[in-house]
């Protein structure tokens, strides 16, 4: 069984920063997508940013420019790097990880960690 685990998450102020954690229980090369997803209260889950098979990249048009995703193969691991952080980030954010198309083989997620931007 597949696991995977966030951490990082907490209170911040507008324009401040926080990295997000996420530890798979296997190899990253396992899966085709990777990446992280929010929920927001009242609203549907959206992707924030994304590895896709062959190592590209995929954004929120929201974030660009503030949050970065990155990945350690080594320690099985997929950070999301973010910055110049808004009120409208305020979210469960959740880890993914998936396989091709839109009914993929596999589908795991996180149990999630709460981001809360509030002054």
């Known amino acids: 069984q597949v696991q995977l685990v966030e951490s990082g998450g907490g209170l911040v102020q507008p324009g401040g920063s926080l990295r997000l954690s996420c530890q798979a229980s296997?190899?990253?090369?396992?899966?085709?997508?990777l990446g992280w997803y929010r929920q927001a209260p009242g609203k549907q889950r959206e992707l924030v940013a994304v590895?896709?098979?062959?190592?590209?990249?995929n954004y929120a048009d929201s974030v660009k420019g503030r949050f970065t995703i990155s990945r350690d193969n080594a320690k099985n691991t997929v950070d999301l790097q973010m910055n110049s952080l808004k009120v409208d980030d305020t979210a469960v954010y959740y880890c993914?990880?998936?396989?091709?198309?839109?009914?993929?083989?596999?589908?795991?997620w996180g149990q999630g960690t709460q981001v809360t931007v509030s002054s």
């Open positions: 590895f896709s098979t062959g190592g590209s990249t």
């Open positions: 296997v190899g990253l090369f396992s899966f085709h997508v």
């Open positions: 993914n990880a998936r396989g091709l198309g839109p009914t993929p083989k596999y589908d795991y």
